[in-house]
């Protein structure tokens, strides 16, 4: 936040800190330290008003997207959400080869007289058979589009279909519980470079300006969130053959091979440390409390809360260059 008040010619060192915010508007109030537009003219804020920040990642992480938009003051009457939840039938969710509808993509928005912010969450993991994404990583707001299943909506953003995010946040998920750290790792490398290449494609036509000038003329900043801890002693008798490679120790590495992975690209700005913020509130075999409401699913609303905060802390204090 000093480095952010020094660009924009601000001398105070006080921050208020994000759960200081009131509780239902904290990304919607003017007094959120970063998105107090500057008056330094290089700012991002001042020549660019409307963000687009993407969310991707698996059934946890849309846990923590949605308790984002309900902190940021988004009413759940305006998300705009795949019709009726599609969700892919229970014998193909831990993700063969193949394409299909997203079970979920959803989308938010923050609007005031100075700034808009959109939020988007696709969901996505690792196929455990093919190593890749289960559907593949958006690109642009068309690919979100497609994704999506259904035409543009009247309250969707006015992008052009070669759009990319300003912002993205991604987590690889939990549905390739049989996969070691290695394989893991492997998987996350794939899918990030595949990612980049592809993104660059759009980056470069646009330094060509051979498209739209809507399009964002740098590889977005990505942000990526480790697993939280799951619980291994809830996984029910439907998904046995799980509880040899979901243990703690398993997941502990696959966070390391996360960490190991991503500092390979320079287009990752950080890692986001959801996995400590759970462990004071895991629980153990046999113990009346835990933040989980099955394995790997969180239903302690103050573990989703700590998780949608220390998120939109780092939104709130983001440069916006």
Same mark, same amino acid.
């Given at each position: 936040?000093?480095?952010y008040?020094s660009?924009?010619?601000?001398?105070t060192?006080?921050r208020?800190?994000? +759960?200081?915010?009131? /509780?239902?508007?904290r990304?919607?109030k003017e007094?959120?330290p970063?998105?107090q537009?500057?008056?330094?003219?290089?700012s991002?804020? $001042?020549?660019?008003?409307d963000?687009?920040?993407?969310?991707?990642?698996?059934?946890? $992480?849309r846990q #923590?997207?949605?308790?984002?938009?309900?902190? @940021?003051?988004?009413?759940?009457?305006?998300?705009?959400?795949?019709?009726?939840n599609?969700?892919?039938?229970?014998s193909?969710s831990?993700?063969?080869g193949?394409?299909?509808?997203?079970?979920?993509?959803?989308?938010?928005m923050?609007?005031t007289?100075?700034?808009?912010i959109?939020?988007?969450?696709t969901?996505?993991?690792? @196929?455990p058979?093919?190593?890749?994404?289960r559907w593949?990583?958006p690109?642009?707001?068309?690919d979100?589009v497609e994704?999506?299943?259904?035409?543009?909506?009247?309250?969707?953003?006015?992008y052009a279909?070669? &759009?990319?995010?300003d912002y993205?946040?991604?987590n690889p998920?939990?549905?390739?519980?049989?996969?070691?750290?290695?394989?893991?790792g492997?998987?996350?490398d794939g899918i990030? @470079?595949?990612?980049?290449?592809?993104?660059m494609?759009?980056v470069?036509?646009?330094?060509n300006a051979?498209?739209?000038? $809507?399009?964002?003329?740098? #590889?977005?900043?990505? /942000?990526v969130m480790?697993?939280?801890?799951p619980?291994?002693?809830?996984?029910?008798?439907?998904?046995?053959e799980?509880?040899p490679?979901?243990?703690?120790l398993?997941?502990?590495r696959?966070?390391?091979?996360?960490? @190991?992975?991503v500092?390979?690209?320079d287009f990752?700005?950080?890692?986001?440390d959801?996995?400590?913020?759970e462990?004071?509130?895991?629980?153990?075999p046999?113990g009346?409390?835990?933040?989980?409401?099955?394995?790997?699913h969180?239903g302690?609303p103050v573990?989703? &809360?700590?998780?949608?905060n220390?998120?939109?802390?780092k939104?709130? +204090?983001?440069?916006?260059?």
């Amino acid at each position: 936040f000093e480095q952010y008040c020094s660009a924009s010619g601000t001398t105070t060192k006080t921050r208020q800190t994000i +759960n200081t915010l009131p /509780h239902t508007t904290r990304l919607a109030k003017e007094n959120c330290p970063a998105l107090q537009l500057p008056s330094s003219p290089s700012s991002f804020a $001042t020549t660019k008003k409307d963000i687009w920040i993407s969310f991707i990642g698996d059934s946890v $992480t849309r846990q #923590v997207f949605l308790r984002i938009l309900t902190e @940021s003051g988004i009413p759940e009457k305006e998300w705009i959400r795949t019709p009726n939840n599609k969700k892919e039938s229970s014998s193909n969710s831990k993700g063969g080869g193949g394409g299909g509808v997203h079970p979920d993509l959803i989308l938010g928005m923050i609007d005031t007289t100075q700034y808009q912010i959109w939020f988007s969450f696709t969901h996505e993991f690792i @196929s455990p058979i093919t190593l890749m994404g289960r559907w593949g990583m958006p690109i642009t707001w068309g690919d979100f589009v497609e994704a999506r299943g259904m035409e543009m909506e009247d309250d969707d953003p006015a992008y052009a279909n070669d &759009r990319v995010p300003d912002y993205v946040f991604y987590n690889p998920g939990y549905c390739s519980s049989d996969l070691n750290a290695i394989q893991f790792g492997n998987a996350i490398d794939g899918i990030l @470079s595949r990612w980049e290449h592809g993104m660059m494609r759009y980056v470069s036509y646009n330094n060509n300006a051979t498209i739209t000038a $809507t399009a964002t003329a740098k #590889v977005p900043e990505m /942000h990526v969130m480790l697993n939280m801890m799951p619980a291994p002693w809830m996984i029910p008798d439907q998904y046995a053959e799980d509880r040899p490679y979901r243990t703690q120790l398993n997941e502990y590495r696959k966070n390391l091979a996360i960490i @190991s992975t991503v500092k390979k690209y320079d287009f990752v700005a950080g890692v986001l440390d959801l996995f400590s913020i759970e462990l004071p509130f895991n629980g153990h075999p046999g113990g009346d409390i835990t933040a989980h409401r099955d394995a790997v699913h969180i239903g302690d609303p103050v573990v989703l &809360r700590i998780a949608s905060n220390l998120i939109i802390d780092k939104i709130c +204090n983001i440069p916006y260059q």
